[in-house]
């Protein structure tokens, strides 16, 4: 899985999940392109850092016209904070669907000439949220669902030049962790509802992206995978009163 020789750009990919991939593009290879409203307190090794919000569809079109070439583009860059419906207004969620659905289709269509060219690659960072209720969440969640769609229409498009594919990510350790999951042993107590028995690390995404990304995916497109450590234990599980089969009673 080399992508010696290839540029990629990382929206987003400042911190978190974004720097995961973007390290992990970077170490096979490619010269990296991250871009996010703020610079990274932090460098991303191996990755060049442009100024850009990916909401602001003339400043995206003039980011990726600049680049002498572009082979993989990874979309990234989204998020929600968490607010039940009824206490947000009609603008909030309209901002969480454009930041997470319309950008990603915003960005995706700026780089649509250079990847046909390359015969490149594009990768959606889709959530679990988009195939399960999202209380809290739930303009994310369709958003992320929205993307997943978006992902399968353009990998029938804009076949056979661009293959287009979705991550569905699940809970992910970040420095931020905690502002979802609470302290150390809030987030002990939710990595224990993951068959494997932890949160996903941002390596663990970005190695992810870098399959789909590369030659190694080269008959992938239109697809969907799974990164979540096996998902979530049915909740109908703890609550059962009956033993298990496999169990004396």
Same mark, same amino acid.
């Given at each position: ?11 987003? =990919? @400042?911190?978190?999940? +974004? *720097?995961?991939? #973007?390290?992990?593009?970077?170490? !096979?290879?490619?010269?990296? %392109? ?13 990755t ?87 209380? =809290? @969440?739930a303009?994310? +969640? *369709?958003?992320? #669902?929205?993307?997943?769609?978006? !992902?399968?229409?353009?990998a %029938?498009?804009?076949a ?85 089969a496999?169990?004396?009673?």
């Amino acid at each position: 899985m080399e992508l010696d020789g290839k540029v990629a750009v990382v929206t987003g =990919g @400042t911190r978190g999940v +974004g *720097a995961g991939i #973007a390290r992990s593009l970077a170490a !096979a290879g490619a010269q990296v %392109v991250v871009c996010a409203r703020h610079p990274p307190r932090v460098p991303v090794p191996g990755t060049e850092f442009i100024p850009l919000d990916v909401r602001d569809g003339d400043a995206v079109h003039r980011a990726l016209s600049a680049l002498p070439r572009l082979d993989v583009l990874v979309n990234n860059a989204g998020g929600a904070p968490h607010r039940p419906l009824a206490r947000a207004d009609t603008g909030h969620h309209l901002r969480v669907l454009e930041l997470n659905l319309l950008a990603p289709l915003t960005v995706s269509l700026a780089a649509h000439a250079h990847l046909r060219r390359a015969r490149g690659s594009i990768v959606m960072i889709g959530s679990v949220s988009g195939s399960r209720p999202s209380p =809290g @969440t739930a303009a994310y +969640g *369709a958003a992320k #669902a929205g993307l997943e769609h978006l !992902a399968r229409s353009m990998a %029938v498009e804009w076949a056979p030049e661009i293959r287009v594919n979705t991550l569905v990510v699940g809970m992910v350790r970040t420095d931020r962790s905690a502002l979802h999951y609470g302290d150390a042993d809030g987030i002990a107590a939710v990595s224990r509802t993951v068959p494997l028995g932890r949160l996903a690390e941002p390596a663990d995404v970005g190695a992810a992206a870098l399959f789909l990304a590369s030659d190694a995916a080269a008959y992938i497109s239109g697809a969907s995978l799974l990164v979540h450590g096996g998902g979530e234990r049915p909740a109908f599980l703890e609550a059962a009163t009956a033993a298990p089969a496999d169990k004396e009673p």
